[in-house]
């Protein structure tokens, strides 16, 4: 007699174990995000039109379900492929994944002209979905060639300069360094051709330091080229002084400070007084910047700014403060722009055309308007009793934006005003000169080529 016991087990182990295999399956295809259908994807930092010389390229692929699986970059030209960049990656490991990638022809025997710019990625999918794309790019090695259209410029420390160029072909950054700090140029017709123009500050403390000037201007390929900016420094020198701080200039005015800023709350007067001729006016500055950063890349100026009507001046641009207590100095500021007093409450005019970019009340300024004129300079008017114009208003020269007052860090009424160049402040009185501003802006303008 046969024995079908062991037969029939055996099936159901067969079954059994099927089952398990193709529910496996099934899962590792929907849990693993295998059974899917979309191709992975990338971005990247720049737009691909020309590569050039160290150009650096960032590239971010991503594939959400499955992940990567293997990413491809290489460079065609004249019939032959030169690999920049494979990479494979483990199952289902990066869903996204950066690839830095720079083009060095020592390495690969590229010449200036077109080339194709080829990138792969596939995923993980069952079926392995893969995107390609075939970018035509011109490679680029030559860096641009920069024209100055000024020869001379006379410039007094704390003031402003303005030069002219022009560059051989299309850019991406230009603009001008003093030393370390950039100066962004603002694209310009001169003579009927574009140009750039840039307007920016010299250090007060060019006095005692020499400071580096230079055009920089990088092209779409990422090749940069500078050439310095020929100046002669003219004899400038700025005035020191001792203030004396009373008990009732501080009882006075750091109450008012204590109210508007809570951290300021509990403190001593002459604590408070530190605070904010230390860090409030370091603060300050900063969100200045900031403000002017919202500038027109046009001329919204015309002429000679105005000086406040009857005014007299009680501190200059440059004044060097050293604050007096007991008898001990407790810190020290240096002057950003001119005060002028006349009556009290006096109205207060737009010293030019312009664009309001702020309204408000800015620590040590008390309640302040700053004004773009467009190409980086502004105009900021501070300590007003009150302002009647509004953030993003356009202003005419002359017209009443507030009126005097002594908010902020103010013992008196009167207004201080001050220019700001590229986020920098600088001496207003130059720009209260017509003959400066002829000589300095316009006449470096009227150029031909």
């Not at 230390?278 to 919202?294: E, L, S, V």
């Not at 300590?383 to 005419?396: D, E, G, P």
């Not at 934006?401 to 130059?430: C, K, R, T, W, Y």
Request: hydrophobic share 40%.
């Amino acid at each position: 007699m046969i024995n079908v016991k062991p037969k029939k087990y055996l099936t159901f182990c067969i079954i059994v174990i099927s089952i398990f295999i193709v529910f496996a399956f099934v899962a590792w295809l929907f849990w693993g995000d295998r059974l899917e259908f979309g191709k992975p994807s990338f971005r990247c930092n720049v737009d691909i039109r020309t590569l050039g010389f160290q150009n650096s390229l960032h590239l971010t692929f991503s594939d959400t379900q499955s992940g990567l699986s293997r990413t491809d970059v290489s460079l065609s030209q004249d019939g032959k492929n030169y690999p920049l960049s494979t990479i494979t990656y483990p199952p289902g490991k990066f869903k996204t994944y950066d690839v830095n990638i720079i083009l060095d022809p020592a390495r690969i025997s590229l010449h200036e002209g077109p080339a194709t710019l080829h990138i792969s990625a596939k995923d993980n999918a069952l079926f392995s979905n893969q995107f390609t794309t075939n970018q035509p790019v011109m490679i680029d090695f030559g860096p641009p060639q920069i024209f100055l259209l000024n020869s001379q410029n006379h410039i007094n420390p704390g003031g402003t300069c303005v030069v002219a160029y022009r560059v051989s072909e299309p850019v991406t950054m230009t603009g001008v360094f003093v030393n370390q700090l950039f100066f962004k140029a603002y694209p310009i017709l001169l003579s009927g051709k574009s140009g750039f123009i840039v307007f920016f500050a010299m250090p007060k403390e060019a006095i005692l330091n020499p400071v580096n000037i230079r055009v920089v201007a990088r092209d779409q390929g990422g090749n940069e080229s500078s050439v310095s900016v020929p100046y002669l420094l003219m004899n400038k020198s700025f005035r020191s002084d001792k203030m004396m701080l009373s008990e009732t200039f501080l009882q006075q005015k750091m109450p008012e400070f204590q109210v508007n800023y809570p951290q300021l709350r509990g403190k001593p007067l002459l604590d408070t007084f530190i605070f904010v001729n230390t860090q409030m006016r370091a603060d300050n500055f900063k969100t200045i910047q900031t403000i002017c950063q919202k500038t027109e890349s046009r001329q919204l100026w015309n002429d000679t700014f105005l000086r406040m009507k009857n005014a007299s001046p009680m501190a200059l641009f440059g004044d060097h403060r050293t604050y007096i207590y007991d008898g001990k100095p407790i810190g020290e500021s240096v002057h950003e722009g001119v005060d002028l007093a006349s009556t009290t409450q006096a109205p207060i005019e737009a010293s030019n055309s312009g664009k309001v970019v702020f309204t408000g009340q800015l620590g040590i300024y008390g309640n302040t308007v700053i004004i773009d004129h467009g190409f980086g300079l502004s105009s900021l008017y501070a300590h007003l009793s009150s302002i009647s114009v509004k953030n993003s208003q356009t202003v005419a020269k002359g017209e009443v934006i507030g009126n005097s007052g002594l908010s902020g860090l103010a013992g008196g009424d009167h207004l201080h005003f001050g220019m700001v160049v590229g986020g920098q402040f600088v001496n207003p009185q130059e720009w209260w000169d017509p003959h400066w501003i002829k000589d300095n802006v316009f006449k470096k303008l009227e150029v031909s080529f």
